[in-house]
């Protein structure tokens, strides 16, 4: 088993910025890839980033250039590091972690507004 505890969401401006913060305990031997998803109002999950064990990232087209994950594995912690916030990005981001199974937090609101 593993317990993923989501960290930094909140309310901020158009332009601002947010890091998002995201501890796994547990099992966490067995985790390989872990991410971000999120989740607006009335619309499906959505993939954002994901990174590898190996610290290999991949992004969302929406978010490329402006979000920056990372991954800290002596800390057992993945970082969503969001730059130039839009309207559109609020959302509940979700932490995401695969061993054979998928593992989620309980999610993070972030909100975009002036």
């Known amino acids: 088993q593993v317990q993923l505890v989501e960290s930094g969401g909140g309310l901020v401006q158009p332009g601002g910025s947010l890091r998002l913060s995201c501890a796994a305990s547990?099992?966490?031997?067995?985790?390989?890839?872990m991410g971000w998803f999120r989740q607006a109002t009335e619309k499906g999950r959505e993939l954002v980033a994901t990174?590898?064990?190996?610290?290999?990232?991949n992004y969302a087209d929406s978010v490329k250039g402006r979000f920056t994950i990372s991954r800290d594995n002596a800390k057992n912690t993945v970082y969503l590091q969001m730059n130039s916030l839009k309207p559109e990005d609020t959302a509940v981001y979700y932490c995401?972690?695969?061993?054979?199974?998928?593992?989620w937090g309980q999610g993070t609101q972030v909100t975009v507004s002036s």
């Open positions: 995401w972690a695969v061993t054979n199974m998928n593992y």
């Open positions: 547990g099992s966490i031997f067995s985790i390989g890839t």
């Open positions: 990174i590898t064990s190996g610290g290999s990232p």
